[in-house]
């Protein structure tokens, strides 16, 4: 059996209709209604932490991407989808992909990347379970699943509340709420 060379290289734009269809077959339609996709539509995927790994021959092989999110108006990445075509999986490609974007993530300063997905895949690579209650998300998610990996130490500290994509989302004062209640 001959080894397998491929290269991680960050996403470009030339990579889209590659990794859609990727993400329909790895995900398939049912990926539009869960809560880690609903938390990122309408959120750019952070360009700088989003890699593919691409075969000597130019193929797709896997994806992953970073989107900027925010735990209460703590900054943090959220991890997926990450995704690699089936005939390739086992390889150690995903966790590459995985590997090369928390790094890059660290270097540049970010402190958690949070996912959902199960605890035997993602622990090796410094994923923990929430505690229960600690962080919310916007939608039904199995607590079991939801995972973060602190990229520096104690990043976690102090972090709670809802999960949004984008900006922070500031609590609107007394005053604010009473003037857009009677508008």
């Known amino acids: 059996m001959s080894t397998l060379s491929y290269t991680i290289r960050h996403e470009c734009p030339s990579d889209d209709d ?5 993400h329909a077959a790895a995900f398939g339609p049912g990926r539009f209604a869960r809560t880690a996709f609903r938390i990122r539509e309408g959120v750019p995927q952070d360009p700088r932490l989003s890699f593919v790994a691409v075969s000597g021959e130019g193929e797709l092989l896997g994806s992953v991407r970073l989107t900027p ?3 209460g108006g703590a ?5 997926g989808p990450l995704a690699v075509i089936s005939s390739y999986k086992g390889l150690g490609i995903g966790r590459t992909l995985m590997k090369q974007s928390m790094e890059e993530a660290a270097r540049l300063g970010e402190g958690l990347v949070l996912l959902v997905g199960d605890l035997s895949y993602y ?6 379970r929430v505690p229960q209650g600690r962080i919310t998300l916007p939608g ?10 602190e990229l520096h130490a ?3 500290n102090g972090v709670c509340g809802m999960v949004h994509g984008g900006a922070p989302v500031a609590p609107k004062s007394t005053a604010q709420a009473v003037a857009s209640a009677s508008i």
């Open 18 to 22: 590659a990794i859609e269809a990727l």
């Open 69 to 71: 999110i925010h735990i």
């Open 75 to 79: 900054p943090a990445q959220l991890l």
């Open 123 to 128: 622990g090796p690579s410094g994923f923990v």
């Open 140 to 149: 039904p998610v199995d607590p079991s699943r939801l995972l973060i990996a």
């Open 154 to 156: 104690d990043a976690l």
